[in-house]
């Protein structure tokens, strides 16, 4: 049984919709803390003022009934309320009025490979599907995800490492309690000093019309060890954890483990010894293959870095080109964030959840969630995992 994750939407359309295949039946689903996971997506300094426009919250409108999902595909909803203030120039359907074209394409934006390669003449038609208002979306499916995997004792949680030139200490070691304020923190990250300097930052470069980039880190806890697998190299999880979250807008790198730090190390410092006693069986005193072997789970924690390129929408622009007249023109200017690695990190939560939900149905099937349950345990007790 495998998992499909769609989307469909446009950031000042009526609503974003999000179509989870695969989950299944009798599943508990809790409303509030699927709202709970699109608020987290809203949250950050920097963010712009149409976060103080949206409220998003879950309509449910299939695959769930009393709370427990049915098996077959759960549609969800996520209404623009900024919709409101965009119904003639963004309607599903032909208006009286004249709606003029966006000409200006932003560098490092969708919009100019977008317009050329589905023949538009207008940058709005790219750019409002290309919009990160579509990880609300993913982050509806995502919690969906994660509702699955908490009933099979899989937790993840994500924080921000470094916003624009601040950095906060990297931690080896983690458990899923440390993160319990992370979202208390402005900008989701648990040192306070590097909180103090990540907001300070923002707001120099905001005043200074920049926008900011910066890497979260995504760890993931309770997992078997074997899922994914060696044999080819479209079943490796760490090929399909790095595709999905550089999936995410304007994520440009992902690293495993220690990823780019072990390329500078010798091969006997870059690897995690195996050791095994009675009480936990194998297991290793490091982490740095960041919970991934042979593209399967080892069964230490997950952990996954994302980075993110500085926002292209830029309020004082960057140079582009006029695609109605070739003439030299200012990039488009809107109204936009300034950083969101904050919420990027919530979205790559969600991603996360989604690869390893699909990991989870496809190891142990089974069209109930006790199938699951029985399966999972079944394969617990063969392999003696004893965490
Ligand atoms: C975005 C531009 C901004 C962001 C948006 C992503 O929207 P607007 O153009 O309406 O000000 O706020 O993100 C969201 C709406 C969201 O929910 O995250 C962009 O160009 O990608």
Redesign the pocket.
Known sequence: MAMKLTTAGE??GPGLTCVLEGVPAGLVLDREAIDADLAR??LGHG?????K??R?RVEVTGGVRHGRTLGGPIALQVT?R?YSNWEERMSPWPVEGEVAEVHLPRPG?ADLAGTMKYGLTDVRDV?ER???????ARVAGGAVARSFLRALGVEIRSHVLQIASVNAPRRDAMTVEEFADVDSSPVRCLDEDATRAMVAEIDALRRANESLGGVFEVRAFGLLPGLGSHVSWEERLDGRLAQAVVSI??VKAVAIGDGFEVAGLPGSQAHDEIFFDERRGYHRLTNRAGGLEGGMTTGDPLVLRGSMKP???LTKPLRSVDIATHEPAQALR????SC?VP?AGVVAEAMVAFVLADAYRAKFGGDHIDDVRAALAAYANRIAWRR
């Open positions: 950031s000042h997506r809203q963010r712009g003022g149409r976060m426009i949206e998003d623009n900024d934006h750019l290309a919009s990160a208002r579509e990880t609300a807008q304007a926002l292209p929408t809107e109204r936009t964030d969101t919420a």
